[in-house]
């Protein structure tokens, strides 16, 4: 997995994530639901890793970056870790649903899929998901048209195909387009959470208090302390078999 956040644009992240990760699951189960351990791998901050607690007894959140875990949110039936390349430092067969939220993208190879199987339990559930949040528009309005080349690479609906498969199954795979109405000073964080969007409001505004420059542009323009973002979101799930 690639560390894709410093202290900064963590500190944003942790700030504020869209509430897209529930919604996401709840597709899937009801609130009657239950697993006794679930793994989020990526967990980030720990938003995944609380929306899969809804349907957990215990859950672990794992990731790559210390900065990113440093800022996790605390809850009594989670716990994170910290991990090094592509190995879950986790005994065999002991977890009964491992998530994916944003981050298989950069996760995906044969030896994580083979680390996924391995402490999975028979039966277990894979769940791969994450959001696209249109983002480009409110820089538009904001008057920044930029130079910088937009991302085309990152792939939203990674999944494992083109992986050995022998020992899951998919059973489900889904997109769908959503609304998100925001905040004001939550878009402001969600803009700064990522790099390249900060890089492109320290060079407009500057890079002293840019958090409060960009809510007043916000504000300045959109003239309301609420707006409506468009997203789409993804899903795939597997089932294991061994």
Do not use: W
């Not at 044969?110 to 696209?132: M, P, S, W």
């Amino acid at each position: 997995m690639s560390k894709e956040y410093d202290k900064i644009t963590a500190s944003h992240y942790a700030a504020y994530r869209p509430s897209l990760h529930a919604t996401i699951l709840k597709v899937l189960f009801d609130s009657s639901e239950r697993f006794e351990l679930g793994l989020d791998v990526g967990c980030g901050t720990g938003y995944s890793s609380i929306a899969l607690a809804n349907y957990c007894t215990n859950v672990v959140g794992v990731d790559p970056s210390k900065e990113m875990l440093d800022k996790s949110f605390q809850n009594p039936i989670i716990t994170y870790q910290l991990i090094d390349s592509n190995t879950l430092n986790f005994d065999s067969e002991i977890f009964d649903i491992i998530t994916f939220a944003g981050s298989l993208y950069y996760a995906k190879s044969q030896a994580i899929l083979d680390e996924t199987v391995r402490v999975a339990n028979k039966n277990c559930r894979i769940i791969i998901y994450d959001f696209e949040i249109f983002l480009e528009p409110i820089f538009v309005q904001l008057g920044l048209k930029s130079d910088l080349p937009q991302s085309i690479d990152y792939d939203h609906q990674a999944n494992f195909s083109g992986l050995n498969e022998q020992f899951i199954t998919m059973d489900n795979e889904l997109k769908k387009s959503v609304l998100l109405d925001i905040k004001i000073i939550d878009l402001a964080h969600l803009l700064l959470s990522i790099k390249d969007n900060y890089s492109r409001l320290a060079d407009a505004f500057g890079s002293t208090n840019l958090y409060e420059k960009t809510t007043n542009q916000l504000q300045s323009v959109f003239k309301s302390e609420m707006t409506t973002l468009k997203a789409m979101t993804y899903l795939t799930s597997y089932q294991v078999s061994k």
